[in-house]
């Protein structure tokens, strides 16, 4: 188990009539012992997409055999695992009798060798694939569950509406990574998955390149160490919560995952912790008050695993001094910056897929002067792909006439990484 | 330990208000926090107040309603009070579901419109578990009283409560987390999220922005035994 603590950075002055308080909060968890792996107990499955079109080319079941064989070698001894292969419906690879099995030298090779005879043919039905390993996962009960969703191609073999109804089943049952390999899976199908699994989202352009991510991807989740953390927001009396966002590492709106603990109170989601930090933007109204008036805005408590732990204060301070009431707080101003990036970039591919040029032009523009002015060189990379900067400073830049699909799909699923702000040492 | 407000509310959290988050007073609070104030201390877990007087649980100071027997301590009305004496033949109870349109005035922000034709219904309460929401996508289809059908209410959440059968044969309303809550009657305070609140015959139940429940017992009640 770790310990977790917040930490608030705000501007807590408001002028007269000021209602809005916005603040970041810092959460970090540490001293989870790596070595302590009874303490936790852990499920694991892959979910590998075994439609037809992963054989062409050859090279992507290849690779997909390869990374899943990599990633069951990670998986450390005891951890309850499976394999899931997905066509238009789903079937257990490895163990074959729709169970978890116990990790051990002897299921990792048994498992490997279930692997080697993979056929690919059939259709892609994700929300069948995620409903497997669902049922799969109940019989794991107490363990921190968590998936690998590997795919290639779009949700084509079942509804949209099906797919939803799936994802509201599994939703707090199982933590869920997505990936897409390729260039013909959907952005944004993917990315709804991975948001209500508390999951992230990526893709692997390079087949070649799905080994390490998927050795990654399960390194991180053995790493994690507490179940179950949700945020919990107490506001005052007539005071409206506007947003509660993660921003750092990645920008996850959790305000319509609010689950009401009393009128005044909610507890949002955040799935299982290893030693890691995240940041979390939170913005509330208030009724206005006097000026001198102190009151708290919102007392922000972590709950590990129902439990509430250490908390954080958010403050509103009314004065009529204009130099504090007027100056913006670095971190809130940061991850503004950050969450308006992400949208640019997401306005900006939209607009550029629909042929409205000048407002792409525009919006990844402002992209490219976002990501220079927070330093946040990763997007500017990845955005220097799709358009050619001219000057960055000013956000003025050409769109580039031919752009790889997997370029384009690589900003939109990273858009939402963001730059974390530099602290000055205390 | 508890504290109070400038505003006279009782709190049992003693840095602020716990309702309105006023500082209260010796708090011991710094004014002006410097920007990335570590931790604070938890404040002080709420002690035992004065238990249920209608059950004698004890009372966790900040829990508006009774773990019990769901009294409400707010309000200081008893929910069991509301209960029909167990009836000596099975009742029938059908809920009938409106807009009701002084309720919309009272709660509902500007900008937002009353309904013009909305469908009226009475669904029959047979005994089941009956679920209240609006054409969610559950793994068990759409809720029985499905809100989208009838001038969609767009505060009622996806699955906002349910309605279970007690022993007696009346019915209880359990709010399932919903974001915008549920109330009953006059009592504008939302019930506790998960708590069953039996329902008399005539209670109105009211969520989202104009929808209404009103629970009724209909006298056609025999059932040949």
Same mark, same amino acid.
């Given at each position: 188990?770790?310990?977790?603590?917040?930490?608030?950075?705000?501007?807590?002055?408001?002028?007269?009539?000021?209602?809005?308080?916005?603040?970041?909060?810092?959460?970090?968890?540490?001293?989870?012992?790596?070595?302590?792996?009874?303490?936790?107990?852990?499920?694991?499955?892959?979910?590998?997409?075994? %439609?037809?079109?992963?054989?062409?080319?050859?090279?992507?079941?290849?690779?997909?055999?390869?990374?899943?064989?990599?990633?069951?070698?990670?998986?450390?001894?005891?951890?309850?695992?499976?394999v899931?292969?997905?066509?238009?419906?789903?079937?257990?690879?490895?163990?074959?009798?729709?169970?978890?099995?116990?990790a051990?030298?002897?299921?990792?090779?048994?498992?490997?060798h279930?692997?080697?005879?993979?056929?690919?043919?059939?259709?892609?039905?994700?929300?069948?694939?995620?409903?497997?390993?669902?049922?799969?996962?109940?019989?794991?009960?107490?363990?921190?569950?968590?998936?690998?969703?590997?795919?290639?191609?779009?949700?084509?073999?079942?509804?949209?509406?099906e797919?939803?109804?799936?994802?509201?089943?599994?939703?707090?049952?199982?933590?869920?990574?997505?990936?897409?390999?390729?260039?013909?899976?959907?952005?944004?199908?993917?990315?709804?998955?991975?948001?209500?699994?508390?999951?992230?989202?990526d893709?692997?352009?390079?087949p !070649?390149?799905m080994?390490?991510?998927?050795? !990654?991807?399960?390194?991180?989740?053995?790493?994690?160490?507490?179940?179950?953390?949700?945020?919990?927001?107490?506001?005052?009396?007539?005071?409206?919560?506007?947003?509660?966002?993660?921003?750092?590492?990645?920008?996850?709106d959790?305000?319509?995952?609010?689950?009401?603990?009393d009128?005044?109170?909610a507890?949002?989601?955040?799935?299982?912790?290893?030693?890691?930090?995240?940041?979390?933007?939170?913005?509330?109204?208030?009724?206005?008050?006097?000026?001198?008036?102190?009151?708290?805005?919102?007392?922000?408590?972590?709950?590990?695993?129902?439990?509430?732990?250490?908390?954080?204060?958010?403050?509103?301070?009314?004065?009529?001094?204009?130099?504090?009431?007027?100056?913006?707080n670095?971190?809130?101003?940061?991850?503004?910056?950050?969450?308006?990036?992400?949208?640019?970039?997401?306005?900006?591919?939209?607009?550029?897929?629909?042929?409205?040029?000048?407002?792409?032009?525009?919006?990844?523009?402002?992209?490219?002067?976002?990501?220079?002015?927070?330093?946040?060189?990763?997007?500017m990379?990845?955005?220097?792909?799709?358009?050619?900067?001219?000057?960055?400073?000013?956000?003025?830049?050409?769109l580039?006439?031919?752009?790889?699909?997997?370029?384009?799909?690589?900003?939109?699923?990273?858009?939402?990484?963001?730059?974390?702000?530099?602290?000055?040492?205390? | 330990?508890?504290?109070?407000?400038?505003?006279?509310?009782?709190?049992?959290?003693?840095?602020?208000?716990?309702?309105?988050?006023?500082?209260?007073?010796g %708090?011991?609070?710094?004014?002006?926090?410097?920007?990335?104030?570590?931790?604070?201390?938890?404040?002080?877990?709420?002690?035992?107040?004065?238990?249920?007087?209608?059950?004698?649980?004890?009372?966790?100071?900040?829990?508006?309603?009774?773990?019990g027997?769901?009294?409400?301590?707010?309000?200081?009305?008893?929910?069991?009070?509301?209960?029909?004496?167990?009836?000596?033949?099975?009742?029938?109870?059908?809920?009938?579901?409106?807009?009701?349109?002084?309720?919309?005035?009272?709660?509902?922000?500007?900008?937002?419109?009353?309904?013009?034709?909305?469908?009226?219904?009475?669904?029959?309460?047979d005994?089941?578990?009956?679920?209240?929401?609006?054409?969610?996508?559950?793994?068990?289809g759409?809720?029985?009283?499905?809100?989208?059908?009838?001038g969609?209410?767009?505060?009622?959440?996806?699955?906002h409560?349910v309605?279970?059968?007690?022993?007696d044969?009346?019915?209880?309303?359990?709010?399932?987390?919903?974001?915008?809550?549920?109330?009953?009657?006059?009592?504008?305070?939302?019930?506790?999220?998960?708590?069953?609140?039996?329902?008399?015959?005539?209670d109105?139940v009211?969520?989202?922005?104009?929808t209404?429940?009103?629970?009724?017992?209909?006298?056609?009640?025999?059932?040949?035994?």
């Amino acid at each position: 188990m770790s310990t977790f603590t917040a930490q608030t950075y705000q501007n807590e002055y408001l002028p007269l009539d000021g209602s809005e308080v916005n603040a970041v909060v810092t959460v970090t968890a540490s001293g989870a012992d790596a070595s302590a792996a009874s303490s936790s107990a852990a499920a694991e499955i892959v979910i590998v997409d075994t %439609s037809g079109s992963m054989s062409s080319p050859r090279a992507k079941l290849r690779a997909a055999q390869q990374a899943t064989a990599a990633a069951i070698d990670c998986i450390r001894d005891d951890v309850a695992f499976g394999v899931v292969g997905g066509r238009e419906r789903a079937y257990p690879i490895y163990p074959e009798n729709g169970a978890l099995v116990s990790a051990s030298s002897a299921t990792r090779a048994e498992a490997k060798h279930a692997l080697a005879g993979l056929k690919a043919r059939g259709g892609t039905a994700i929300g069948a694939w995620l409903a497997l390993a669902d049922q799969l996962f109940v019989t794991a009960p107490n363990a921190i569950r968590h998936a690998i969703l590997l795919t290639d191609g779009q949700n084509e073999h079942e509804t949209r509406d099906e797919l939803r109804r799936v994802l509201s089943t599994c939703e707090g049952r199982f933590q869920c990574d997505c990936r897409g390999v390729g260039t013909d899976w959907e952005v944004d199908e993917l990315r709804q998955i991975a948001s209500v699994l508390l999951g992230t989202v990526d893709i692997i352009a390079e087949p !070649s390149d799905m080994e390490d991510d998927f050795r !990654s991807m399960i390194e991180r989740a053995m790493g994690k160490r507490t179940g179950d953390v949700s945020l919990r927001l107490w506001t005052p009396e007539g005071a409206d919560v506007m947003f509660v966002k993660q921003v750092s590492p990645t920008i996850e709106d959790l305000t319509g995952r609010a689950a009401r603990v009393d009128a005044q109170t909610a507890d949002y989601p955040t799935g299982a912790w290893g030693n890691e930090s995240r940041d979390y933007h939170i913005c509330v109204h208030v009724e206005p008050h006097a000026i001198g008036d102190e009151m708290l805005a919102g007392r922000f408590t972590l709950v590990v695993d129902d439990e509430p732990t250490s908390q954080a204060l958010i403050r509103a301070i009314w004065t009529d001094d204009e130099q504090l009431s007027t100056r913006i707080n670095r971190e809130v101003a940061h991850y503004t910056g950050q969450a308006e990036l992400a949208d640019a970039i997401h306005d900006g591919l939209e607009a550029r897929t629909a042929g409205d040029d000048p407002t792409a032009t525009v919006k990844l523009g402002r992209a490219v002067q976002i990501a220079t002015e927070s330093g946040n060189e990763a997007t500017m990379q990845l955005l220097k792909r799709v358009v050619d900067v001219e000057d960055a400073h000013a956000g003025t830049v050409r769109l580039k006439r031919a752009v790889d699909d997997a370029d384009e799909m690589a900003l939109d699923t990273r858009s939402t990484k963001t730059e974390r702000i530099r602290r000055s040492a205390p | 330990m508890t504290a109070t407000c400038p505003s006279g509310h009782v709190s049992a959290t003693s840095d602020y208000c716990e309702q309105c988050g006023a500082k209260v007073a010796g %708090s011991g609070v710094e004014a002006a926090p410097a920007p990335g104030q570590p931790t604070g201390p938890l404040p002080a877990p709420p002690a035992a107040a004065q238990p249920c007087p209608d059950c004698g649980a004890a009372h966790v100071a900040d829990d508006r309603f009774c773990e019990g027997c769901g009294y409400n301590f707010v309000a200081g009305s008893s929910a069991q009070a509301a209960v029909p004496s167990p009836a000596t033949t099975r009742e029938d109870w059908e809920a009938h579901v409106a807009a009701d349109r002084e309720y919309f005035e009272r709660v509902s922000p500007r900008g937002i419109d009353f309904p013009a034709d909305y469908r009226q219904r009475a669904v029959a309460l047979d005994g089941r578990e009956l679920r209240i929401g609006r054409g969610g996508y559950s793994a068990d289809g759409p809720p029985e009283i499905d809100l989208v059908e009838a001038g969609e209410d767009p505060a009622v959440s996806r699955l906002h409560a349910v309605l279970v059968a007690q022993d007696d044969g009346s019915y209880a309303v359990v709010d399932q987390g919903s974001t915008n809550g549920t109330s009953i009657n006059e009592d504008p305070t939302w019930i506790a999220a998960n708590v069953p609140v039996p329902l008399a015959d005539g209670d109105v139940v009211h969520l989202g922005m104009w929808t209404t429940i009103t629970v009724r017992r209909t006298t056609a009640g025999a059932t040949g035994m």
